[in-house]
């Protein structure tokens, strides 16, 4: 009777005999064995990936055999294509250890030792050498790892390990309109099921509500409740906007709290998604309430308005109270536009991706609820009390122009993913140091991109805002001048030569060179002036004004300034000296 191989290696043999089926390295090299379990049925061979001897996160290979050794199934994970660049040693387990810690503001809360290990990590079809730093928390009891890029030292992923409740359903991402491409669907269109995504619902409680860390729905009247968990219903059902609004706000909050916001969100919101009979959703921060519209089309069926509102949520906590007045209202609601849009707008394709509420919109001027490409300037169409919402539009083009300027509009979706999240990040940093006006907002991005990015845009960001009026242009020069001859005689001819450059912002439409000349006693003898038009920004101009020197002149040393002027506002000059003799 022959023997039975041991299960390993009739595992790698099995694997070898089908590496084009699998794609898989010759060697097989690349695995490593990480356990064998006996089951009644046979064995469980499982095997991890690695690269240069570090680990591919979540990378397996599961080989179930029966008591023989003959393969019944394979689950593969394996990435054949992988290649990292030999990389050098970046920030220090130590280091990795404190950002992460630093991340998630729980020292207080450690329950045990935080270790780290190096591992090769994946994020949108990109490969990281990363940390893995294992943080294990008490009150409540909890355990997160955290990756951060080995060279970067930035936070890639925040992952929860603590198993909770995971239940099933339907939703819309955002709305029909962008799934099917359609823009002339009704509210009594037919909704075909390619329209819904079958999605996970994380976090729950395990309750059978929709009832978990973030939001709760709890005071929606006649609740869904399945104790299976699965929630899996059409628009026709009412219950349907409840798995909407559970699905989206808790997909956000996670969502935010990768980018690295971990603070935020941390308290449950509480949802009615069946609120007044009326098309009109808000937030009540007193109770921390979400309430969604019942009209025409329920608010709540629409995820770009879910998010929208749940924008208040984290503004409120970010500076409590934004929003609530006429004046800081617009900033308010052409940030929850803005979020929304930007969240989405990789959705088939980015069809429809600059207007918010395309589903909630149907019937409405343009068919959205707003949108974020308009072409309003401040502060001209700014209209003032009563119109936060159309005012708002003004600040969602801006950080939208923003957005695109950092890449949002690139041919590659990998960048334009970068751009969302850099972006999005960009935002919510500067919203902590919100205050009254657009102005002051616009400074809170400034600052925010000297914060988290050193200053990477602000050059682009600048530019958006100025062109949307809502910073004035920096008007900027350069000069340089010399005289010739340094040493000149009475009645003879002196001549300036002055080189400027256009530093600023703004095209130069009218400006001018004003030299001016003083004696000892700083008395001015002598004005030239020279105009200066339409000069481009970067741009340099040289020109010469000459100046006979009059014969009632008396010799000495005298002084001269170089000045330039736009808008009869001085904005550089320089100096120097000349020695008039007999």
């Given at each position: 009777?022959?023997?039975?191989?041991?299960?390993e290696?009739?595992?790698?043999?099995?694997?070898?005999?089908?590496?084009?089926?699998?794609?898989?390295?010759?060697?097989?090299?690349?695995?490593?064995?990480?356990?064998?379990t006996?089951?009644?049925?046979?064995?469980?061979?499982?095997?991890?990936?690695?690269?240069?001897?570090?680990?591919?996160?979540?990378?397996?290979?599961?080989?179930?055999?029966?008591?023989?050794?003959?393969?019944?199934?394979?689950?593969?994970?394996?990435?054949?294509?992988?290649?990292?660049?030999?990389?050098?040693?970046?920030?220090?387990?130590?280091?990795?250890i404190?950002i992460?810690?630093?991340?998630?503001?729980?020292?207080?809360?450690?329950?045990?030792?935080?270790?780290?290990?190096?591992?090769?990590?994946?994020?949108?079809?990109?490969?990281?050498?990363?940390?893995?730093?294992?943080?294990?928390?008490?009150?409540?009891?909890?355990?997160?790892?955290?990756?951060?890029?080995l060279?970067?030292?930035?936070?890639?992923?925040?992952?929860?390990?603590?198993?909770?409740?995971t239940?099933?359903?339907?939703?819309?991402?955002?709305?029909?309109?962008?799934?099917?491409?359609?823009?002339?669907?009704t509210?009594?269109?037919?909704?075909?099921?390619?329209?819904?995504?079958?999605?996970?619902?994380?976090?729950?409680?395990?309750?059978?509500?929709?009832?978990?860390?973030?939001?709760?729905?709890?005071?929606?009247?006649?609740?869904?409740?399945?104790?299976?968990?699965?929630?899996?219903?059409?628009?026709?059902?009412?219950?349907?906007?409840?798995?909407?609004?559970?699905?989206?706000?808790?997909e956000?909050?996670?969502?935010?709290?990768?980018?690295?916001?971990?603070?935020?969100?941390?308290?449950?919101?509480?949802?009615?998604?069946?609120?007044?009979?009326?098309?009109?959703?808000?937030?009540?921060?007193?109770?921390?309430?979400?309430?969604?519209?019942?009209?025409?089309?329920?608010?709540?069926?629409?995820?770009?308005?879910?998010?929208?509102?749940?924008?208040h949520?984290?503004?409120?906590?970010?500076?409590?109270?934004?929003?609530?007045?006429?004046?800081?209202?617009?900033?308010?609601?052409?940030?929850?536009?803005?979020?929304?849009?930007?969240?989405f707008?990789?959705?088939?394709?980015?069809?429809?991706?600059?207007?918010?509420?395309?589903?909630?919109?149907?019937?409405?001027i343009?068919?959205?609820?707003?949108?974020?490409?308009?072409?309003?300037?401040?502060?001209?169409?700014f209209?003032?009390?009563?119109?936060?919402?159309?005012?708002?539009?003004?600040?969602?083009?801006?950080?939208?122009?923003?957005?695109?300027?950092?890449?949002?509009?690139?041919?590659?979706?990998?960048?334009?993913?970068?751009?969302?999240?850099?972006?999005?990040?960009?935002?919510?940093?500067?919203?902590?140091?919100?205050?009254?006006?657009?102005?002051?907002?616009?400074?809170?991005?400034?600052?925010?991109?000297?914060?988290?990015?050193?200053?990477a845009?602000?050059?682009?960001?600048?530019?958006?805002?100025?062109?949307?009026?809502?910073?004035f242009?920096?008007?900027?020069?350069?000069?340089?001048?010399?005289?010739?001859?340094?040493?000149?005689?009475?009645?003879?001819?002196?001549?300036?030569?002055?080189?400027?450059?256009?530093?600023?912002?703004?095209?130069?439409?009218?400006?001018?060179?004003?030299?001016?000349?003083?004696?000892?006693?700083?008395?001015?003898?002598?004005?030239?002036?020279?105009?200066?038009?339409?000069?481009?920004?970067?741009?340099?101009?040289?020109?010469?004004?000459?100046?006979?020197?009059?014969?009632?002149?008396?010799?000495?040393?005298?002084?001269?300034?170089?000045?330039?002027?736009?808008?009869?506002?001085?904005?550089?000059?320089?100096?120097?000296?000349?020695?008039?003799?007999?």
């Amino acid at each position: 009777m022959k023997d039975v191989e041991h299960p390993e290696r009739a595992a790698r043999n099995f694997l070898l005999d089908n590496l084009k089926l699998f794609k898989m390295k010759e060697s097989l090299k690349d695995l490593t064995l990480i356990k064998i379990t006996d089951s009644l049925g046979g064995s469980h061979v499982i095997f991890q990936q690695f690269f240069n001897e570090l680990p591919i996160h979540n990378t397996f290979i599961s080989v179930h055999m029966d008591k023989k050794n003959l393969v019944k199934k394979v689950d593969i994970c394996y990435h054949p294509d992988l290649y990292i660049e030999s990389w050098e040693m970046g920030i220090s387990q130590e280091e990795a250890i404190h950002i992460a810690i630093d991340a998630l503001k729980v020292e207080k809360r450690l329950s045990g030792k935080v270790s780290g290990e190096l591992v090769i990590y994946q994020k949108r079809e990109k490969y990281y050498v990363a940390w893995r730093i294992a943080v294990p928390l008490i009150n409540p009891i909890e355990e997160w790892h955290v990756f951060i890029d080995l060279k970067a030292g930035k936070i890639l992923d925040i992952l929860d390990m603590l198993l909770k409740a995971t239940g099933r359903g339907r939703v819309f991402i955002p709305n029909p309109v962008v799934v099917l491409g359609d823009r002339n669907l009704t509210p009594e269109s037919e909704i075909p099921d390619r329209a819904y995504s079958k999605v996970l619902l994380n976090e729950l409680d395990g309750s059978g509500y929709l009832r978990g860390i973030h939001v709760d729905t709890c005071i929606t009247p006649n609740r869904a409740k399945e104790q299976n968990l699965i929630f899996n219903y059409s628009r026709s059902d009412p219950r349907f906007k409840e798995v909407m609004a559970y699905y989206h706000i808790n997909e956000a909050q996670r969502y935010i709290r990768g980018l690295g916001f971990t603070a935020l969100g941390s308290e449950t919101i509480k949802v009615n998604v069946q609120g007044d009979f009326v098309d009109n959703s808000y937030y009540n921060p007193d109770t921390r309430e979400l309430i969604f519209g019942t009209w025409y089309i329920d608010d709540a069926e629409d995820a770009d308005i879910i998010l929208h509102e749940y924008c208040h949520v984290i503004l409120d906590e970010q500076v409590p109270g934004f929003g609530l007045n006429w004046n800081t209202c617009p900033i308010a609601e052409g940030f929850g536009d803005f979020f929304a849009a930007c969240f989405f707008a990789e959705i088939n394709e980015g069809f429809n991706r600059e207007c918010v509420g395309d589903w909630n919109g149907i019937g409405k001027i343009g068919n959205c609820v707003s949108r974020v490409d308009n072409k309003k300037h401040y502060p001209e169409d700014f209209l003032g009390l009563d119109s936060c919402d159309r005012d708002g539009e003004i600040w969602s083009a801006a950080l939208w122009d923003i957005y695109l300027e950092m890449g949002g509009d690139s041919k590659t979706k990998e960048k334009r993913l970068d751009a969302r999240d850099n972006a999005i990040r960009l935002i919510i940093e500067s919203n902590f140091n919100l205050n009254l006006k657009f102005e002051d907002a616009a400074d809170a991005i400034i600052i925010a991109d000297k914060t988290i990015y050193d200053g990477a845009n602000e050059h682009l960001i600048r530019q958006v805002l100025v062109k949307r009026g809502i910073l004035f242009p920096l008007v900027k020069v350069r000069v340089q001048a010399k005289v010739e001859p340094h040493v000149v005689h009475i009645g003879s001819i002196l001549t300036f030569s002055i080189n400027i450059t256009n530093t600023g912002e703004v095209v130069w439409k009218k400006a001018k060179i004003v030299v001016s000349i003083h004696n000892e006693n700083h008395l001015m003898v002598k004005k030239l002036t020279k105009r200066i038009n339409n000069m481009q920004v970067g741009k340099q101009k040289s020109l010469e004004k000459s100046w006979r020197i009059p014969k009632g002149l008396k010799k000495g040393e005298y002084t001269y300034t170089a000045s330039v002027y736009y808008s009869r506002k001085k904005t550089g000059s320089v100096e120097g000296k000349i020695m008039v003799i007999a």
